[in-house]
Structure formats: structure tokens, C-alpha cells
């Protein structure tokens, strides 16, 4: 039997899969991210029998960023400048494929999830481009546009988009350690934890960050619609995750665009133009699953 | 000898070009936009004993928007919901198609026009993600990723970003109808005149105008870079042939990304990544040509 292998490599934690989709899962593991040679040898570790069985055929990996997407560059696959300790220029790719020995295929965290969402929900496989957003310890966004992810001079990183800050409302100055009250900067986890000084997650229902938070995710949702023109919106990761945030969310989209797309599924159907993951926690690893069986087409070995 | 045919539809003028590219120019005409039925005959005139000769192949539509640019709908090619007397919901496509009977393709000015600057320059034809943004009448991008023009529930319409707006600074509210302050509503040619009182391109060089403006025109880039990472910008319409502007943006767009974006083409080569267009004035109606000549490869018409 033909097997394929996903890997989420995230900040916090790694989540290594075996399976051909989300109905047919073989095995799966979750670790806490520790030093790259721990937790580049638990990966390892992981999929070597499979490789061993000649079963595993190829390996996706859905990496936090920023990462090195360019085929041609010396570093590609390599998680560049995070601020993550022992991370920076880590040959994430390249170790792991030269340990196991498959084709692997290589991208963001994001990108991934977006894919995954796509190619296994069906009801999503038409739509192109189409947007996955993960809103927890950062701000990530993943597009899938013209039947590829979005790859360039590096990749998306709309979570760092500026956006309107009212600092009559809000006089927060961000916690983005490049731009401050950039998106990511006022509107993450941290941000909501420093500002409110308490996790989100103790937050009660009626406190006001859950109207200013839904504000500016809409305000981020309003510019990628602008930019992107998506036929749909996965909105992923913990902080949406509140109770009735996404209600919020939608009819703010609705009042910050106030008529300008005419289009029913912003106008009319738009409990369904954005959505929460399908997929739940697994959109990542799924779609770098998913980026492993599609390895030949995409060229993105 | 195989002709084709480009439209640039502008709300203020159209340009008729037939020809094989830049250097290959047959015949042009521009005239300013007036009725659709008389505007719409005097192209069909233009072009109509190209076709009678068997000389002209297909035609490609560069047109201002918003227009529908989903083949499945009934109003597939039909500028839509603009503000401009007697074309809201006019079928330009398919009048033009109908009288000349030639296969046309159809997109924005703005996508047509990046297509045009990336396909016609030899240095800009593998750069994609590819970038067009326009500053004049109006604010509009156009941009080609994964091979093909970003369409989507409509198409881009970054024109109309929510950015920074900071009060103390700049109290003037924007001319946008639907939005006020947004990018357009604060940057375009006509919030110039109506904030300062006089007309954009009168406002001397040491005017404060200018380095709002190029404040603005920087945001807008910076959100545009990490929403689409492209690996090439043009910036054209009549606001930055303002001299001086495009060294000053450039800077300021350093400036806000600080470092977070790593990548020489930011860094160090960024006089060779935010560029006027190489086109001039005709990025959209050479994009159309370009359009017209690969009209069965992208399936657009």
C-alpha cells in the first residue's frame, strides 16, 4: 500500500502524519517544538520505518516561517529569520530529506492549509483563488491562486499588512517587533494577552477586546478580499475560535465594504464565503499530505 | 500578414491599436469616451476593415471596471457597477464581438497592463508574481500570478485598501463613496485636488503634498508586497510622474517594511523593483494585444 507522509512544523509544536487523507489516517504524532537536531530526529524517527517498508512514497512539509521558497537559491527549505532560538537558517527541507530519502515537497504552514482545505473538502475544490488565515500566537495568510500556492520573492506575509489603527479607541502600540501595530502587531494572541493584560482565552464574552479583535480581523479580511478577490475564506487558528467572534467578523466585512463588491456571496451568502477549517487542527498536515501526492505536478520537490 | 487588435476602455478615453507589439505598431486612434453606443461604433469602425480584409485574428479588451470576468455568468464581460453615466451594466464584450466577429479577450486596464508590461519587456517575463498599479482618476492593481491574471469573485480591487490614516497629520476625510478614507479615497488624483484646493499636477515640488502622498502610495505598496510578494512592481498613471516621488516612495516603502522582508530586491535593488512602466501610456493597450495573441492558451476568450 502506498503511503504518504505529512509534517506540520510549527513554533510550538511538530505534528508528523501517515495517511492518504483525512479518512484514512495510518498514524500521527504531536511533540513540542525543542532544539532543530531533537526535533529534526523525532520526524526522522517517526517516518523511518515506513520509508524502511518501502510504503512511505513521499513527504510534504508545512513549515512556520519565514522560509526560503525559491528553487534556485542555495537555502532552499530553510526557515530564515525567525526569532525563534536555534531556528534561524535552519535546513529544515534538506535534513529531512536527506535522512528518509523521498521526494519531499516544501512550503509554508499556511500555504499548506490552504491547500489542504481545498484539495480535501470538496466542496472547495473549485474555488480558486482561495484563502486560508490562521489567527493565534502570529498572523499567517495562505493563498492557492491559479491552481498553485502563491510562492514570490518570498511569500505571503499579509499578517504584517497596515491597517487603520484608532489610537482614540485602541491607544495600544502593537506588539509586532518590526512594525508594531502592523495586523499581527494588534491583533494576535500576544497582542490581546499584553493589551488586555490576561490570556484571550479568559476573556469574557461581553469584555470589549472581542469587538475591537473582530474589528480588526475584519478590517484584515476586508483588504485580502480586496487583494485577492478569494471565492472563499478558511479563518483558522485559536483566537477565532471564540464563541460568536465569526458572526462579528462577518457582518463587519459586510459594513467596512459597504456595497462596494456586488456580490451575492459577500452581500447574501456570507456565513459561507468565510468559514472556520473544515479540516480542524489537521488543515496544515492534510495539506501537506496533500502536497506529497501532488509532488510531480507541482514540481515543488 | 496576421494582425491583432488591442482596446484600452478608459473611463476618460479609449486607445484602438492594431498591431503585433510595441515595435510593430500598424495603426492607432484614441477619443475620448463618451455614449456607449457612440463610443462602441467608433471602435467597431476603427477596427472593422482589419476584418474585413482577413488581416485582424482576435482582439483583446482592456477595460475599465468593475467588469465580470466570470465566463459562466450571463453578464460575462460587461462593465458593471460604475459610477460613470450610461455604462453601468454595458456589454462591451460582447457588442465588440458580435459587429467584428474575432475571437476577443477581456480583462481589466489594470490586469491587461501588467500582462503587457511582463510580456512585451525581456527582463519582466519570468518575474511572477508581476505587478501593476496604477495612481490617477483612481487607484487600480492589476497583477499576474501562477501564469495567468488574478481573477476571482470579481477581480483585484487593492485600489481600495484600508490603510493607516493617521488624523492629527492629514484631517482631510477622503473621496471615496463607498469608503472615504480608503487608498483611493485618500491618494487618488481627485482627494489631491479636493484636499489641497488645486489641481495635483500644480502643486509645486516642495509642497507637503507630495510627501503625504508618497507616504500613502508606500502603504499601499508595502501591503501589496506582502500580500502578493511580487518580484517586480510598475507603478504608472499620472500622479507618480510627479519627479521625485518614485525615489521618495521607494525609500519610505524601506522604511515601513524595517528589515522584516528579506530580500535584496527590498534591501538593495529596490530602484530596479518599484519601476515606471516601460510601456509608457500603453502597458494596457499592448497588454490587450498580448491578450488577443494568446487568446487559446489562457482560454480567456
Known amino acids: 500500500m502506498k503511503l504518504y507522509g505529512g509534517i506540520e512544523a510549527g513554533g510550538t509544536k511538530f505534528i508528523c502524519l501517515v495517511g492518504n487523507g483525512p479518512d ?10 525543542t532544539t532543530p537536531d531533537e526535533t ?41 529569520t525567525t526569532p525563534k532560538p536555534g531556528w534561524n537558517q535552519v535546513d529544515l527541507y534538506g535534513r529531512i530529506k536527506r535522512n528518509l530519502n523521498v521526494p519531499v ?3 509554508t504552514d499556511v500555504n499548506a492549509a490552504a491547500f489542504g482545505e481545498q484539495y480535501w473538502i ?5 474555488l480558486d483563488p482561495f484563502l486560508y488565515m490562521t489567527i493565534g500566537t502570529g498572523i499567517g495568510v ?4 491559479n491552481g498553485l500556492p502563491l510562492h514570490g ?10 491597517i487603520p489603527h484608532n489610537l482614540q479607541r485602541d491607544p495600544f502600540q502593537g506588539v509586532c517587533p518590526y512594525h508594531g501595530d502592523c495586523l499581527e502587531g494588534l491583533a494576535s494572541g500576544p497582542s490581546m494577552n499584553k493589551r488586555w493584560g490576561q490570556k484571550a482565552e479568559t476573556l469574557p464574552d461581553a469584555h470589549p477586546a472581542w469587538d475591537l ?20 475564506i478558511v479563518l ?43 479540516l480542524g487542527t489537521r488543515s496544515g498536515v492534510l495539506g501537506a499530505i496533500a502536497m506529497a501526492m501532488k509532488i510531480e505536478e507541482f514540481s515543488l520537490e
Chains 1, 2 share one sequence.
Request: no cysteine; net charge negative.
Open 40 to 80: 529534526i530526529a523525532r520526524v526522522v524517527d517517526f517516518f523511518a520505518p515506513y520509508v524502511n517498508r518501502g510504503e512511505l512514497v513521499a513527504l510534504g512539509i508545512a513549515s512556520f516561517g519565514p522560509v526560503d521558497l525559491n528553487q534556485d537559491s542555495k537555502t532552499y527549505g530553510y526557515i530564515t
Open 24 to 33: 484514512q489516517l495510518v498514524e500521527e504524532m504531536r511533540f513540542p517544538t
Open 122 to 126: 470538496q466542496e472547495n475544490q473549485n
Open 236 to 278: 483558522g487558528g485559536g483566537v477565532p475560535e471564540h464563541p460568536g467572534l465569526h458572526v462579528v467578523v462577518r457582518r463587519k466585512v459586510q459594513q467596512l465594504i459597504n456595497g462596494y463588491i456586488q456580490s451575492s456571496m459577500v452581500l447574501e451568502s456570507i456565513d459561507s464565503y468565510i468559514l472556520p477549517p473544515t
Open 153 to 162: 520573492l518570498i511569500h505571503t506575509e499579509a499578517g504584517h499588512f497596515a
Open 213 to 232: 479583535e473582530a474589528e480588526y480581523i475584519a478590517l484584515a479580511l476586508v483588504n485580502l478580499i480586496y487583494a485577492y478577490s478569494p471565492l472563499r
Open 142 to 145: 495562505g493563498v492557492i491562486v
Open 105 to 107: 515537497s516544501f512550503d
